[in-house]
T-cell receptor, first 112, second 115 residues
Framework: DAKTTQPNSMESNEEEPVHLPCNHSTISGTDYIHWYRQLPSQGPEYVIHGLTSNVNNRMASLAIAEDRKSSTLILHRATLRDAAVYYCILRDLIQGAQKLVFGQGTRLTINP | KAGVTQTPRYLIKTRGQQVTLSCSPISGHRSVSWYQQTPGQGLQFLFEYFSETQRNKGNFPGRFSGRQFSNSRSEMNVSTLELGDSALYLC??????????????FGPGTRLLVL
């Protein structure tokens, strides 16, 4: 399974943008980059995913480097509710497999 | 649409006992995956079921098993419990696979404590 590397923790202030980095230097050509987050006392929830182009949805934006060896999850205006552990995941390539390989993630703290 | 539900939410067992956890996926979802989450090892994939067949299995001993029923509900069983099996067990469901972009929807988990 391709590996990802994320900082253990990050801190930001409410209503400011947050940039969460992820390195995936061994990514293969057809690996999709997925982000999930886990709020306290909850199961993980999907945030966003992409392949090559930058992606936007109502929750966040995903910026993917041109060589695809790194990506950045962008929360445009953080709220206290965004405090969570954020996981950057490369989807397993086995046909149809639904296996997610989680790393340690980044624990994001939001200061009021 | 109701989300993924897991029962029970909390469970206390003693070493040597066995336990069965249940997961009801989102209506229409046919794939159910199970994960174990511990402070030391993080989130680890246990297995995945699709149309009552186990399609993928993580690196766990044979004491961990599962099954899926025709209505897509799934159960996982852990026999001969060990202290190290204390964990949060998470179930996730997804719709009919179309590649590797399907979102997995997680339940709240079952917290198992082995004494």
């Amino acid at each position: 399974d391709a590996k990802t590397t994320q900082p253990n923790s990050m801190e930001s202030n409410e209503e400011e943008p947050v940039h969460l980095p992820c390195n995936h230097s061994t990514i293969s050509g057809t690996d999709y980059i997925h982000w999930y987050r886990q709020l306290p006392s909850q199961g993980p929830e999907y945030v966003i995913h992409g392949l090559t182009s930058n992606v936007n949805n109502r929750m966040a934006s995903l910026a993917i480097a041109e060589d695809r060896k790194s990506s950045t999850l962008i929360l445009h205006r953080a709220t206290l509710r965004d405090a969570a552990v954020y996981y950057c995941i490369l989807r397993d390539l086995i046909q149809g497999a639904q296996k997610l390989v989680f790393g340690q993630g980044t624990r994001l703290t939001i200061n009021p | 649409k109701a989300g993924v539900t897991q029962t029970p939410r909390y469970l206390i067992k003693t070493r040597g006992q066995q336990v069965t956890l249940s997961c009801s996926p989102i209506s229409g979802h046919r794939s159910v995956s199970w994960y174990q989450q511990t402070p030391g090892q993080g989130l680890q994939f246990l297995f995945e079921y699709f149309s009552e067949t186990q399609r993928n299995k993580g690196n766990f001993p044979g004491r961990f098993s599962g099954r899926q029923f025709s209505n897509s509900r799934s159960e996982m069983n852990v026999s001969t419990l060990e202290l190290g099996d204390s964990a949060l067990y998470l179930c996730a469901s997804s719709s009919i696979p179309r590649g590797n972009q399907e979102t997995q929807y997680f339940g709240p988990g079952t917290r198992l404590l082995v004494l």
